[in-house]
């Protein structure tokens, strides 16, 4: 009996030493499992996106932005005076004539009679307005003055601008330059004028006549003279 009981502890010892190591290699092969698992799950990342961190799309460059047509300077023939309601020899004529009456205008001396000063400049004026003109540059204010300084002024205009073209008027913006010899002394000035003329016939004539910061925009209704 004594042998048998002792047989049946190498058994029991035994199997316990192999239940051991059956428990010790399903641990390890467990522990190795789960960190293949975890490994992969780092590597792709979840919906697809990579264990790195990067968000999905960040390397994208942004699409160039198409070209956008420039104006350029072209070599092909471009009339302007297609585009207006008169020729080219019309409106160089309408320019002459701005410029001759307000150099008329700014030309003047004191021991003149006034009433040849008003009748150069109602030549080159509509009949309305030059009412206007004349009232205003043969005023008693406007004659005495230059007759009590001894005012004789000389002037020259050039067109500065063309502001307004239409088929009943044309407004030119005249620099008026005037040199004055006085008791005072002598004094040059220049004066920019807003001129309006209109057609009548074949001929130019001057309908409105203002400081140039003023102007006018074509309106067919003279107003003051503005020196």
């Given at each position: 009996?004594?042998?048998?009981?002792?047989?049946?502890?190498?058994?029991?010892?035994?199997?316990?030493?192999?239940?051991?190591?059956?428990?010790?290699?399903?641990?390890?092969?467990?522990?190795?499992?789960?960190?293949?698992?975890?490994?992969?799950?780092?590597?792709?990342?979840?919906?697809?996106?990579?264990?790195?961190?990067?968000?999905?799309?960040?390397?994208?460059?942004?699409?160039?932005?198409?070209?956008?047509p420039s104006a350029t300077?072209?070599?092909?023939?471009?009339?302007?005076?297609?585009?207006?309601?008169?020729?080219?020899?019309?409106?160089?004529?309408?320019?002459?004539?701005?410029?001759?009456?307000?150099?008329?205008?700014?030309?003047?001396?004191?021991?003149?009679?006034?009433?040849?000063?008003?009748?150069?400049?109602?030549?080159?004026?509509?009949?309305?307005?030059?009412?206007?003109?004349?009232?205003?540059?043969?005023?008693?204010?406007?004659?005495?003055?230059?007759?009590?300084?001894?005012?004789?002024?000389?002037?020259?205009?050039?067109?500065?601008?063309?502001?307004?073209?239409?088929?009943?008027?044309?407004?030119?913006?005249?620099?008026?330059?005037?040199?004055?010899?006085?008791?005072?002394?002598?004094?040059?000035?220049?004066?920019?004028?807003?001129?309006?003329?209109?057609?009548?016939?074949?001929?130019?004539?001057?309908?409105?006549?203002?400081p140039a910061d003023e102007?006018?925009?074509?309106?067919?209704?003279?107003?003051?003279?503005?020196?």
């Amino acid at each position: 009996m004594a042998k048998i009981g002792g047989r049946r502890g190498i058994v029991f010892a035994v199997l316990v030493g192999l239940l051991a190591a059956v428990g010790i290699y399903l641990t390890m092969w467990e522990s190795g499992w789960e960190k293949e698992t975890d490994g992969g799950r780092a590597q792709a990342g979840p919906a697809g996106v990579s264990g790195t961190g990067t968000e999905p799309g960040a390397g994208r460059q942004a699409s160039p932005e198409p070209p956008r047509p420039s104006a350029t300077a072209s070599d092909a023939p471009f009339d302007v005076y297609s585009y207006l309601p008169m020729t080219k020899q019309e409106l160089a004529a309408a320019a002459d004539y701005a410029e001759r009456f307000t150099a008329e205008y700014g030309t003047y001396a004191h021991d003149e009679d006034p009433a040849a000063y008003g009748d150069r400049l109602k030549g080159y004026a509509t009949t309305e307005f030059a009412e206007v003109l004349v009232r205003a540059r043969t005023s008693p204010g406007f004659v005495e003055a230059n007759r009590a300084d001894e005012v004789v002024s000389t002037a020259s205009a050039k067109v500065r601008q063309i502001r307004q073209v239409q088929d009943s008027s044309v407004v030119f913006v005249v620099a008026c330059t005037e040199r004055v010899a006085a008791k005072s002394g002598a004094t040059e000035r220049t004066d920019e004028y807003a001129v309006t003329l209109v057609p009548v016939g074949a001929d130019w004539r001057v309908h409105d006549l203002q400081p140039a910061d003023e102007g006018q925009e074509g309106d067919e209704r003279p107003s003051g003279t503005g020196g």
